[in-house]
């Protein structure tokens, strides 16, 4: 087992449907993102990819809105973002709902639960989105028997739960100006991360509603600090594409160390 420490020579890939380069690693296999964010922990090798791969059941579609897997279930399925965006939320006793964490191409949404008895939370799309299924079964033969990949989705699932206590601090701590500011930063290096970044530009489909319910504010406070960060120059967020204009400055306005992500120095580039 090779771990991974720099992969300069590997570009970065747009999103899906943009346009790409020669240059760019183009994503063929449904769990092509998952592979290249694991690239950022080690190395792996063709036979460990191809053992990976080759553990996708099928695919599944859900449309927007949906539920994917509810709190208290135990899934059959291990599912891993190959498309669109969704989210781990619960609901407040008054209704409201709590977004816990964004899920993009290349997230697994529940490797846990091949330990776990059920699910603590659910995981619902927030735009229409496909999903690779892997058996339960399937993931727990990998852990017993399979010590790289073991080792690989260990490190993702440390590095979801690091940036579950950032998310923590940022939204006891911060004020919802740079609570925002924070926020974007990170999703565009975990665009990056997953070989899914278009420069400085991510595709950005949520709601206002969807921000709101992540940063524990109102629409109206989402509106206002989102137009704050435009009038400022840092971001232009238009037709569900988010570009930065002023990286530096948008990373000193929210207090921003990646340190939490443990990036190589590919995905930690500008």
């Avoid at 781990?88 to 697994?108: M, Q």
Wanted: charged content about 25%.
């Amino acid at each position: 087992m090779t771990r991974r420490v720099d992969k300069r020579d590997k570009p970065m890939s747009p999103g899906a449907g943009a346009g790409r380069s020669s240059q760019e690693p183009q994503h063929t296999h449904a769990l092509d993102p998952l592979l290249y964010r694991l690239g950022n922990f080690i190395e792996l090798k063709e036979e460990d990819k191809q053992r990976l791969k080759d553990s996708v059941l099928r695919t599944g579609v859900v449309d927007r809105g949906q539920d994917v897997i509810c709190e208290n279930e135990r899934p059959d399925y291990v599912h891993v973002v190959v498309d669109g965006w969704a989210c781990r939320y619960k609901y407040l006793s008054d209704g409201r709902r709590a977004i816990l964490g964004y899920l993009i191409p290349g997230d697994v949404c529940d490797v846990h639960i091949a330990l776990l008895d059920h699910m603590d939370h659910s995981v619902s799309t927030l735009t229409k989105a496909t999903f690779a299924l892997i058996p339960r079964e399937t993931v727990n033969y990998i852990f017993e028997n399979n010590i790289t990949l073991a080792y690989a989705l260990f490190w993702a699932s440390l590095v979801d739960e690091s940036v579950q206590r950032e998310w923590f601090v940022n939204n006891t701590g911060r004020p919802a100006d740079k609570r925002l500011a924070h926020l974007l930063c990170e999703m565009q290096l975990r665009h990056r991360a997953a070989g899914l970044a278009r420069g400085s530009c991510i595709d950005f489909p949520l709601t206002q509603q969807d921000l709101a319910d992540a940063m524990g504010i109102t629409v109206v406070h989402t509106n206002r600090v989102m137009q704050k960060l435009r009038g400022d120059g840092l971001i232009t967020y238009d037709n569900k594409q988010l570009t930065i204009h002023d990286w530096e400055a948008l990373k000193a306005f929210g207090d921003f160390d990646s340190g939490y992500m443990h990036l190589t120095e590919e995905a930690l580039r500008q």
